[in-house]
Protein backbone atom coordinates (compact mmCIF):
# COMPACT_ATOMS: atom_id res chain seq x y z
CA UNK A 1 0.00 0.00 0.00
CA UNK A 2 3.14 2.50 0.36
CA UNK A 3 3.18 4.56 -2.70
CA UNK A 4 6.02 6.42 -4.73
CA UNK A 5 5.97 9.77 -2.96
CA UNK A 6 5.67 12.17 -6.05
CA UNK A 7 5.79 15.94 -4.34
CA UNK A 8 5.83 17.00 -0.90
CA UNK A 9 2.40 17.88 0.20
CA UNK A 10 0.40 20.38 1.31
CA UNK A 11 0.65 18.80 4.78
CA UNK A 12 0.91 15.71 6.67
CA UNK A 13 -1.03 13.70 9.42
CA UNK A 14 1.37 11.46 11.36
CA UNK A 15 -0.30 8.48 13.96
CA UNK A 16 2.26 7.08 16.04
CA UNK A 17 1.30 3.16 16.86
CA UNK A 18 -2.51 3.62 15.60
CA UNK A 19 -5.18 1.27 17.59
CA UNK A 20 -8.47 1.87 15.89
CA UNK A 21 -9.22 0.52 12.30
CA UNK A 22 -11.50 2.76 11.82
CA UNK A 23 -10.20 5.85 13.39
CA UNK A 24 -7.34 5.32 10.91
CA UNK A 25 -9.62 4.55 7.93
CA UNK A 26 -11.63 8.04 8.44
CA UNK A 27 -8.02 10.39 8.44
CA UNK A 28 -6.99 8.54 5.70
CA UNK A 29 -9.86 9.46 3.92
CA UNK A 30 -9.72 13.24 4.85
CA UNK A 31 -6.21 13.51 4.02
CA UNK A 32 -7.20 12.15 0.83
CA UNK A 33 -9.98 14.53 0.60
CA UNK A 34 -7.82 17.30 1.79
CA UNK A 35 -4.59 16.52 -0.67
CA UNK A 36 -2.21 15.84 1.89
CA UNK A 37 0.03 13.21 3.01
CA UNK A 38 -1.09 10.18 6.06
CA UNK A 39 2.03 8.89 7.74
CA UNK A 40 1.77 5.75 9.90
CA UNK A 41 4.06 4.48 12.41
CA UNK A 42 4.32 1.19 13.33
CA UNK A 43 3.39 -0.81 15.37
CA UNK A 44 -0.35 -0.75 14.88
CA UNK A 45 -3.24 -2.32 16.79
CA UNK A 46 -4.62 -3.87 12.90
CA UNK A 47 -3.48 -4.72 9.78
CA UNK A 48 -3.66 -2.72 6.70
CA UNK A 49 -6.24 -5.26 5.37
CA UNK A 50 -8.83 -5.01 8.18
CA UNK A 51 -11.85 -4.70 6.69
CA UNK A 52 -12.64 -1.97 8.80
CA UNK A 53 -9.66 0.19 8.06
CA UNK A 54 -10.98 0.02 4.53
CA UNK A 55 -14.88 0.47 5.06
CA UNK A 56 -14.07 3.83 6.90
CA UNK A 57 -11.50 4.29 4.19
CA UNK A 58 -13.77 3.49 1.43
CA UNK A 59 -11.52 3.43 -1.68
CA UNK A 60 -9.43 6.07 -1.20
CA UNK A 61 -6.74 4.13 -0.05
CA UNK A 62 -5.11 3.20 -3.56
CA UNK A 63 -4.96 7.14 -4.08
CA UNK A 64 -4.02 8.04 -0.84
CA UNK A 65 -0.35 9.83 -0.88
CA UNK A 66 0.59 7.18 2.38
CA UNK A 67 3.95 6.86 3.96
CA UNK A 68 4.45 3.71 6.52
CA UNK A 69 7.04 4.15 8.97
CA UNK A 70 8.83 0.95 10.53
CA UNK A 71 9.20 2.56 13.94
CA UNK A 72 9.75 5.39 16.33
CA UNK A 73 13.67 5.76 15.04
CA UNK A 74 12.63 5.46 11.81
CA UNK A 75 10.13 8.51 12.79
CA UNK A 76 12.42 10.85 13.93
CA UNK A 77 14.77 10.15 10.60
CA UNK A 78 11.60 11.39 8.71
CA UNK A 79 11.16 14.42 11.03
CA UNK A 80 14.37 15.87 10.27
CA UNK A 81 13.90 19.08 9.21
CA UNK A 82 10.42 19.64 9.40
CA UNK A 83 7.79 21.51 11.92
CA UNK A 84 5.97 19.10 13.81
CA UNK A 85 3.12 20.07 15.86
CA UNK A 86 2.20 17.25 18.49
CA UNK A 87 -1.54 16.92 19.65
CA UNK A 88 -2.47 16.12 22.83
CA UNK A 89 -5.21 17.38 25.63
CA UNK A 90 -2.68 18.33 27.87
CA UNK A 91 -0.75 20.59 25.20
CA UNK A 92 0.18 24.04 26.20
CA UNK A 93 -0.45 26.07 22.99
CA UNK A 94 -4.01 26.19 21.31
CA UNK A 95 -4.40 24.60 17.79
CA UNK A 96 -6.53 28.01 16.37
CA UNK A 97 -3.32 30.19 17.30
CA UNK A 98 -0.60 28.58 15.75
CA UNK A 99 0.76 30.55 12.07
CA UNK A 100 0.64 27.21 9.50
CA UNK A 101 2.92 26.96 7.17
CA UNK A 102 3.00 24.61 4.00
CA UNK A 103 4.70 21.35 4.83
CA UNK A 104 3.32 21.27 8.62
CA UNK A 105 2.72 17.86 10.20
CA UNK A 106 0.23 17.17 12.69
CA UNK A 107 1.40 14.13 14.70
CA UNK A 108 -1.17 12.39 17.18
CA UNK A 109 0.02 9.36 19.42
CA UNK A 110 -2.08 5.85 19.93
CA UNK A 111 -6.10 6.16 20.42
CA UNK A 112 -5.07 4.06 23.70
CA UNK A 113 -1.89 4.99 25.00
CA UNK A 114 -1.11 8.59 23.57
CA UNK A 115 2.27 9.18 22.38
CA UNK A 116 5.20 7.69 23.97
CA UNK A 117 6.78 9.13 26.98
CA UNK A 118 10.00 10.15 24.95
CA UNK A 119 8.05 11.61 22.24
CA UNK A 120 5.67 13.45 24.30
CA UNK A 121 8.39 15.07 26.38
CA UNK A 122 10.32 16.10 23.00
CA UNK A 123 7.31 17.95 21.76
CA UNK A 124 6.93 19.83 25.35
CA UNK A 125 10.76 20.39 25.51
CA UNK A 126 10.88 21.50 21.57
CA UNK A 127 7.08 23.82 22.36
CA UNK A 128 5.15 22.07 19.74
CA UNK A 129 2.46 20.50 21.82
CA UNK A 130 -0.62 21.90 21.07
CA UNK A 131 -4.44 21.20 22.11
CA UNK A 132 -7.81 21.95 21.18
CA UNK A 133 -9.53 23.86 23.79
CA UNK A 134 -12.40 21.98 25.62
CA UNK A 135 -14.33 22.13 28.84
CA UNK A 136 -12.48 20.69 31.73
CA UNK A 137 -14.72 17.83 32.25
CA UNK A 138 -14.14 16.32 28.69
CA UNK A 139 -10.85 14.31 29.11
CA UNK A 140 -10.29 14.16 24.78
CA UNK A 141 -11.45 13.75 21.44
CA UNK A 142 -11.49 11.44 19.09
CA UNK A 143 -8.40 11.58 16.90
CA UNK A 144 -10.03 11.75 13.50
CA UNK A 145 -12.39 14.52 14.97
CA UNK A 146 -9.18 16.30 16.52
CA UNK A 147 -7.35 15.59 13.16
CA UNK A 148 -10.21 17.35 10.76
CA UNK A 149 -10.17 20.21 12.98
CA UNK A 150 -6.79 21.27 13.41
CA UNK A 151 -6.27 20.08 9.17
CA UNK A 152 -8.85 22.26 7.94
CA UNK A 153 -7.49 25.23 10.46
CA UNK A 154 -4.11 24.66 8.36
CA UNK A 155 -5.75 24.95 5.07
CA UNK A 156 -8.22 27.53 5.97
CA UNK A 157 -4.83 29.51 6.77
CA UNK A 158 -2.91 28.97 3.58
CA UNK A 159 -6.07 29.15 1.73
CA UNK A 160 -6.12 26.36 0.28
CA UNK A 161 -9.90 26.72 -1.06
Known sequence: MNIELKKEPVFSVVLIMPDIPQNTGNIGRLCFAAGCRLVLVRP???RLTDSQLQRAGMDYWDK?????????EEFREW??????FFLS???SQNYAKIEYKLGDVFCFGSEAKGFPEEIFNEGKRDGNLIKIPMIKEARCLNVSTSAGIVLFEALRQIEKW
Open 44 to 46: MGF
Open 64 to 72: LDLLILDDL
Open 79 to 84: CIGKRI
Open 89 to 91: SKG
